[in-house]
């Protein structure tokens, strides 16, 4: 089955500052790849995803990168604000079943934004 | 108006007990899901249901059985209540087909005693 490795567990950035989180997966079936975003006691809420056919996708401050051949893919977050402290966890779909595919999460990353 | 919405949010019971969970979503979607979160944070999904019909099952004692009585619910139903099975539990939704953004729900924590 699918494997996810998700680096690092913490991150402390200055207000302003970017922050990358990174993970990799072992199945190059997987063609899904989704972040969410979870605050203390709340669900996990997805920020951005991407598809195996892209290699980049942007929204505003958030940007998720792609490398299919390495397997591995990244978060990245500008000029970063308070309300972004948070876990971020990223995910891979297997993509097998044409639909109603478990995702298989990494083990998350807490961000911590210093003011 | 909630999307994907669970009842009860927070469920403290005895070792022992059975208990059930409930999901509704209102998204149209034809795919559910039940995630369980640990006290690790770690995120693992345990069912998927397209439709009305179990699509995954992923390792799970037989002392937890899903239903899905129509495919806008998926509930959860657990037997013989363990310490281990303390946790967050999460439903989700999505549509049918591959690679689409679940939704998650505002989770069930429960904590057994």
């Known amino acids: 089955g699918e494997n996810v490795e998700q680096h690092p567990s913490t991150l402390s950035v200055q207000e302003g500052d970017s922050a990358v989180i990174k993970c990799t997966y072992s199945d190059s079936a997987s063609n899904y790849f989704p972040w969410y975003k979870q605050e203390l006691g709340k669900r996990p809420q997805l920020i951005i995803d991407i598809r195996s056919n892209v290699g980049e996708k942007k929204d505003q401050r958030i940007a998720v990168t792609l490398n299919k051949t390495a397997k591995h893919f990244s978060l990245h977050i500008t000029e970063t604000q308070p309300e972004d402290s948070a876990v971020y966890f990223c995910?891979?779909?297997?993509?097998?079943?044409?639909?109603?595919?478990?995702?298989?999460f990494g083990k998350g990353t807490h961000l911590i934004i210093q003011p | 108006d909630t999307a994907v919405s669970q009842t009860p949010k927070y469920l403290v019971t005895q070792m022992g007990n059975d208990k059930s969970i409930k999901c509704e979503q209102n998204l149209g979607h034809d795919t559910m899901y039940w995630y369980k979160q640990d006290s690790k944070k770690f995120l693992k999904i345990m069912f998927s249901y397209n439709n009305k019909e179990l699509i995954i099952n992923e390792t799970v004692p037989n002392r937890f059985s899903p239903k899905s009585p129509d495919k806008a619910h998926l509930n959860l139903h657990i037997n013989s209540l363990e310490l281990g099975d303390s946790a967050v539990y999460f439903c989700?939704?999505?549509?049918?087909?591959?690679?689409?953004?679940?939704?998650f729900g505002d989770g069930t924590r429960l904590s057994i005693l």
């Open positions: 989700a939704s999505s549509q049918a087909q591959a690679n689409q953004p679940q939704h």
């Open positions: 995910a891979a779909d297997p993509g097998s079943g044409g639909g109603a595919d478990g995702l298989t």
